[in-house]
């Protein structure tokens, strides 16, 4: 089973931005999915960004297209959500999501809170 790990979360004013950091152990990167997530406060959980195994096109939710950038090294197992022009709605704990390596199979990590605030 593979395991996810998320860092780099924190407070930053409105308008700066963060890198948040997921490091998968357990097996290669490149058997999986990865996608952000992120759950506010009293809100459901949200599909942020979706990077699919072998390169190709990253997909974004409208609410972070433009500002959010999805990015893996399968090289070094680590994949990265860089957030520019951060909004206080964008308040949430930020998880990082694994899906396969066959269909039907996922796994997350604990999350990292970020919080957007002046």
């Known amino acids: 089973q593979v395991q996810l790990a998320e860092s780099g979360g924190g407070l930053v004013q409105p308008g700066g931005s963060l890198r948040l950091s997921c490091a998968v152990s357990?097996?290669?990167?490149?058997?999986?999915?990865m996608s952000w997530h992120r759950q506010g406060p009293g809100k459901e959980r949200e599909l942020l960004a979706t990077?699919?195994?072998?390169?190709?096109?990253?997909n974004y939710a409208d609410s972070v297209k433009g500002r959010f950038t999805i990015s893996r090294d399968n090289t070094n197992n680590m994949v990265y959500l860089l957030m520019n022009s951060l909004k206080p709605e964008d308040t949430a704990v930020y998880y990082c999501?694994?899906?396969?390596?066959?269909?039907?199979?996922?796994?997350w990590g604990q999350g990292t809170q970020v919080t957007v605030s002046s």
């Open positions: 999501k694994a899906d396969g390596p066959t269909f039907g199979l996922e796994s």
């Open positions: 357990g097996s290669s990167l490149s058997n999986y999915i």
């Open positions: 990077s699919p195994r072998f390169g190709g096109s990253a």
